[in-house]
């Protein structure tokens, strides 16, 4: 139905989006590897608690780690086999319990039960019992989401995809459509009927071209912009709407959930699988053949990018997710989880290192900053240890979008900076404000 006029927000900058080293690789599936490493920790919240040991037989669908308290989620197989450990292992956000399973490629698989797909409430409660979280990288439970106390009109569904090199999403809009048009609908259903809005970059027109054909999906283009896809950028693009300070998007009658975010809704709903895989893209110019791939949770990183031919001999920088907000491998050592969008590669002259210089004071930084933010006086503040005063310039409301950083010609590491001092203004906020 409706394709909308196009939309855009204030700030941001114009990044070359790199998209076509992966955007015409079809989705593949990448075979389960012997052995999966299933973190408990694949979500924003409180870990999952291992609900099975070492030696156990699983299936593929079987909850492993169930869900600790309202924020966390539940996870699941996603080989069939048996549990050979469960153990601490370091990733790059700290120590993590993982699961492991040794596939014994009997691919067994367990179904979650039948639910009524005409009753909202199951819809909402099956969401939660399938683990599903956002798939855009944000990683919170889905289910807290669709079950606000604020009444929802708009389900906005971000299919900007705005972070530069990334395609999974793009290559799920066109080659799952059914299953993305379906999750979206049984979500709105889930916020008792909420109109159905997709937001999509000017650099996809085959996915406008193609949802435009459904009658119950408003269209709506968006400027080609980072961070088109950030949640508030999106909301005010999209529907007019400002999320306040210190607001959630429900506060502004408005749920955004990932396109594959809905696939998933999807799956656990008509074909009764949990999340235990995802599309993920692996590019950029150190990987020898860029794809998107579908891949079982818990296979190690080493091995996904064995499957797309391996690394280039310039390839110097890992980074999970995108280049803007994805997270620097220091090691290539990591094991696939729900938030990952992509593993990318860079070389050297892609990744462009540079030491930072001393701030020249050009303002850039202001001037990109979609949160209308003045990144120089954070980091100056947070370098000086002056927290409660680079709080004062707006901290705790930077999305960590990166676009500051992208722009400065000092190449500050003005993101490090601005997390930095949010997490001593917790630290200060826990304290009592001391
Ligand atoms: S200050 Fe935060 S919100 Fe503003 S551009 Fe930098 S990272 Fe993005
Ligand atoms: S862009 Fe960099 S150099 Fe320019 S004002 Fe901001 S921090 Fe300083």
């Known amino acids: 139905m409706p394709v909308l006029s196009k939309s855009t927000f204030k700030g941001g900058v114009h990044v070359p989006d790199m998209k076509a080293l992966s955007s015409g690789s079809a989705i593949e599936v990448m075979p389960a590897p012997e052995r999966v490493f299933i973190s408990v920790q694949q979500h924003i919240g409180k870990p999952a608690v291992p609900v099975v040991s070492e030696g156990d037989a699983v299936k593929k669908g079987q909850l492993i780690a169930s869900q600790d308290g309202f924020i966390s989620a539940n996870v699941y197989s996603s080989v069939s086999g048996e549990v050979e450990a469960v153990k601490k292992l370091a990733t790059n956000a700290g120590m993590q319990t993982f699961i492991v399973v040794k596939n014994d490629f009997k691919d067994e698989e367990v179904l ?119 949640e508030k950028q999106l909301i005010f693009a999209v ?138 006086y954070i980091d100056l503040f947070t370098l000086e240890q002056k927290y409660e005063r680079a709080g004062e310039y707006g901290a705790m409301n930077c999305i960590e979008c990166g676009a500051c950083a992208y722009v400065c010609p000092a190449k500050r590491d003005l993101v490090g900076s601005i997390q930095y001092c949010k997490k001593k203004l917790r630290e200060i906020s826990a304290q009592g404000g001391k």
Not at 263 to 290: C, D, F
Request: contains cysteine; positive net charge.
């Open 112 to 230: 979650l039960d039948e639910i009524d797909d005409s009753d909202g409430a199951a819809i909402a409660k099956r969401v939660g019992e399938a683990g599903i979280v956002g798939l855009g990288g944000a990683g919170f439970p889905t289910f807290v989401k669709i079950t606000p106390k604020e009444k929802i009109d708009v389900l906005l569904i971000n299919a900007a995809e705005c972070e530069p090199y990334l395609t999974c999403d793009h290559r799920v809009l066109i080659e799952y459509t059914e299953q993305f048009v379906e999750g979206a609908r049984l979500a709105s259903k889930a916020l008792g009927g909420a109109k159905i809005f997709v937001g999509v970059e000017d650099n996809k027109p085959d996915v406008i071209e193609k949802l435009s054909s459904f009658d119950d999906l408003n269209v709506v283009p968006l400027k080609k912009k980072y961070p088109q896809g950030g």
């Open 239 to 376: 529907t007019g709407r400002k999320v306040g300070i210190g607001k959630l998007p429900a506060s502004t009658g408005v749920c955004v959930l990932n396109v594959q975010t809905a696939r998933a809704i999807y799956k656990a709903i008509k074909e009764r699988r949990p999340l235990y895989e995802r599309v993920m893209t692996v590019t950029g110019k150190g990987v020898k053949t860029p794809k998107n791939l579908l891949v079982a949770n818990g296979t190690p990183y080493t091995e996904i990018l064995a499957f797309c031919g391996g690394m280039t001999d310039d390839a110097i920088k890992a980074v999970a997710g995108g280049p803007m907000m994805g997270k620097v491998l220091p090691f290539v050592n990591g094991y696939a989880k729900k938030t990952d969008s992509g593993l990318l590669i860079l070389t050297d002259k892609e990744a462009n290192v540079r030491e930072p210089s001393a701030c020249i004071n050009c303002s850039r930084c202001a001037k990109a900053c979609p949160m209308k933010l003045m990144p120089m």
